[in-house]
């Protein structure tokens, strides 16, 4: 957010289930076309700026990004130490946020070229350098890019992939409402933890957040991201019993419609993190399961 405020953070999942590393990894991996930005390390990437993509996979189908975020930075209201974006500081956007003309006009020519010469996409994927309901006119250009979705391609299914941190703007809310998969993160429900590896930018309260993904309930998709290892000098692991106990705890409560698990799959800002291991998902999935949520784990 560079914004005064500045905060962050991707189907059916028959149609799209992945993470958003998956499909960080799947843009990163795909047509030169609309070449994506690398600063030093594999590990920061810049999206274009409005469009970027589509992305091929066989998991997802073919997912076109919108990045309502600048061009040049990252613009979030999390800070997270995994980003795959870089720290805040270091990749400050100068540029503005494109306008919802831009965005529109834009997607809109894509949307034409893609129905002449292919490919069809299975999704419009709101994704990108940070947090895609930091955007003033975040609910303005979902209602927008559900227009022209509906007009091209109706049988599109439309995702966000959020932090979370606006949920309490009721317009954002309700425009999440509205999308066919809100992925909204929820890596734990300590608040010592999000401070060390999330690290919101501005006011962020966790019996907050738990109230409005409640009332999301059912609508929603939560996303965790599970890891450990070391971030200056403090042990980071949210994959034991003390963290995931109180998280499955807000699962209960909140209710989603799926959770989705995964890990670190990229070199991160924060150099000595590690992925959990098959093992520490798995049985974590497991008790997700016990609690009747479906869920997704990407290794
Ligand atoms: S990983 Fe964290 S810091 Fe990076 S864009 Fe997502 S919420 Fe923001």
Redesign the pocket.
Known sequence: MGFPFLY??VLSFTLFIGS?SLIRNKILNFAPKFPLRRYGKMSTVIYPSPIFGPIHSRRLGVSLGINLLPADG?V?????I????GY?ATHRAHLKFPTRTEVLEALEKRLQDMQQNGPKPDVLTFAG???PTLHPHFPEIMAGVTTLRDQYFPEAKISV???A?RINDEKVREALLHVDNAIL?LDTVDAGYIAKT??PVGHYDVEEQLHWLEVMGEHIIIQT?FMQGMHEGEDINNCTPEFVNPWLDALKRINPRQVMIYTIDRETPSPCLEKATHEQLDAIAEQVRTLGLEVSVSY
Request: aromatic share 12%; proline share 0%.
């Open positions: 962050h953070n958003y990252k979030c209201s999390f800070d997270c995994y980003c795959e974006c805040n350098n940070g947090e992939l959020s932090n941190t993160k999330d690290r991201m």
